[in-house]
């Protein structure tokens, strides 16, 4: 079935029967058992993209560690390589994929609480229907009847191989090994690992591939000289060189597709921004890099789709440009794109095969043409700036505290004094609750009056805006799977807030790992966390 | 043209993957061999290569928590380990479920059975523990250590060594089976104390220890050397206390200078009946009739303090197996 690749991981043994997990690109887009059934390449992207995005929001419910959410993934990718999302629903699937996942990772949890959790997040939009799961029994028992029944599916398509491997330990090993020690090198690794998962790198590349290739791209962003003492870094992760370049050349599409200029809706030019702007103008040559790994981590073209047909008031526009100024040289790159959501993937994808740039900068693995071509925009014209600022107010949360924490690195390289250090330990305190205010805000997306409410106070402006997004995007992404929400009325609005408050109660603070193997893995992702809410902050310093 | 998707609870349970497990129906089922610890075992033939196999039925625990975690355990071990000495996994086969009905009621929802498929062996060690010359007991002892070395190099303990589950096939090659107590450890994990069936159960699990590794199993091997020249069972206690008198009255009674940290088990006040006089080593006394050498290699493997009990593979460069 699908190309070898590299070294036989072991399988071969089994013969014909027990393929390698591992297919090629084309594999992926024209074999895949959905393709038989008529489901376009585009719309089994779209489910892949949604099923990911279900995985993690249920296992941060249920408080399991990032390597358990990580394991779900890749079996409901595995499971989509052999079996047809024509004739297998993929919320039955993916909740199946959480409960086996977390026996595999020794993280148990039991199928009611899996049960309950998933349907409440798959109808978190139509609260009556989510109550059933608690109201009737009968619903409760068939739904666990289902979910036993797609454990053996799943088992029998996986053919019970257990061992599933993630970049993580790779990484950890190879920063050992390579002596490096700065927590944000390793932090933006991790980072850039956990944006592989909902791609189908993870079923084309084995996890050693992607950890070589993660910590390539953190090492550039934070100017970190990986070949120190005269060692060829790549050879830590026992990897070979051209395939490692298909990887990277593939995670730099990953990044750029999240990276289109005309999203959301044109506004004026502000005085203040503009006055930023400018003073991000002046930095030296050798920040450029970092600016345009900054621009790459802006929202996928699934959140295009998905904010589009609910455009965001003016006034929300302008906090947006404020808190998120987005430098100049990067404009000229981002024109190109024309903005088509569903077409732009494959534009960029042809786009990639070809750049002579692109090819430069992959057989030496070094930036200096990426320098060439961030240091020509240097003297944009005016129309540069309007099209900068249309880039800036769309971030998704996540994507949003990535980026700002890039910023912050920025800043902090720019003028260390603007921010004291008092200030900086007085802040991360408060950033807490807002954080909670996040989550309790979720269900607020429809009420005009709690979003005047609070864009009066500016504390609590962030939180709004991430928690306006992310529902934006989970309620659209579930829109058509749970057949299209109810609206609702004010009563019901107020019962699903206050229900949600009382999950956040229960909940408490951030999730913990449950087992010690999982705790670096953990404490990464929650340090990553901490570190964007904190960058968040600081920008607020260049206004007055 | 987009596709369909599927419909809400669509489960594709007419067509198993291609490439996914294969179904039981490639077996023919001859004889049932046995009950192992979570079901039937099987006699069976692979229609197509006419193979010969042992399926072992997994048992389900209906309407609880799905596929059992320790199995799932099992499988993941078994699939690290690729030794002559270890029994193979062949493949694991199921037979499909069925969607379940409108309105229809549990008795209706059928999961389908899953199999482990083992590679045949003829019987195991109980059948010829006490009927082996001494020159067949070295062969087994060398297999039985050789299997255990590449566990322990695994981080892998088996945690049930005993006749039952060493099979033989052919007469003389033998392979460690039944990994279903088997468990990954690192040195500083903390694991289950009620493991290792009892006659086979190490002084260090009997006092209540739950932080152990490989001599855990060493023990278990020594009473099977043992119980080879005796031919008869080593330490064939009835309950927990009687087996640790039995212990203690061939090996002597432990103390803070021969076991250090002994008295800070858990257990240790509770099961220790204080003797007058502490009770000497005597094992070497019912043994005086053996090869010394082997006498030699049983009295390292059953040491009472785990941190001087000979390792599988010192064991295989003993005295006895140079000859």
Redesign the interface.
Known sequence: ?GAARGEEDGEGRCGE???SWYVSREEIESGS??RR????A??EAE?RATYCSFIRDVCIRLRLPQITMATAIMLCHRFYL????????????ATVCI??GS??E?T?C??KHVVIVSYETMYHKNPDAAKRIHQEHEVL??QK?????????L?????????IHHPYEPLKLALKKLGIAETELRQSAMSLINDTLPSTLVIQFKPQYIAAASLWFAAKFHNVNLSQNGTIWWHVFDVAPDPLRVVVQQMSELFEKRAPCSVGPVTKPVPASSATDKHQIKPAPTHTPMDKHQIKQVPAPMNRHQIKPVPTPTPMDKHHIKQIPAPAPTCRHHIKPVPTPIPTPMDKQQNKLAPTPMDKQQNKLAPTPMDKQQNKPAAAPAPTDRCQRVSTPVPAPRDTQSSRRSFSSSSNTEAPRRVPAGRSSNEKPRDRSPRHEGHWCRGKDGENQHCQKHRDHNSEQRPEERSNQRALKSGLAYL??S?GPKDTGAATEIRNLTRRKRRIQEVGGLPTPVYTSDTDAWRQVSAVVLFGTKGQKRPRGDEP | ?????????????A????????TVDCYRRIRKIGEGTYGEVFEAVDIITGERAALKKIKLDDG????P?QI?RE??LL??LDHENIIRLK??V?S?????GTGGS?DH?Y??D?YMVFEYMDHDLKKVLHHSAPSQVKVYMGQLLKGLQYCHANNVLHRDIKGANLLITGGKLLKLADFGLARLFTRDGTLTNHVITLWYRPPELLLGATSYAEPVDIWSVGCIFAEFLLKKPLFPGRTEQEQLSKIFELCGSPNEESWPGVSKLPLYKTMTIRPATPTKRSLRDILQNFDCPAVELIERMLILNPSQRISAQDALGAAYFIN
């Open positions: 079935m029967r027990c393929p058992p959905s059934d008529g489901v376009s585009a719309k489910l052999r079996q047809s999302h024509a004739k297998n629903e993929w919320q039955t699937i409960f086996l026996k595999i020794d148990p039991q199928l028992a068939k009847a289902l979910i036993l029944v797609g454990e053996t599916l088992l029998s398509t996986i053919r019970f191989d257990f061992n058509v799977r057949g | 043209m987009d596709g369909e998707e599927a419909p809400l609870g669509a489960l594709n349970l067509e198993y993957a291609p490439a996914g497990a294969r609880k928590e799905g596929f975690r799932l499988i993941k699939k690290k493949e694991i199921v499909p479920g069925s969607a379940h549990d929802i999961r389908g899953i």
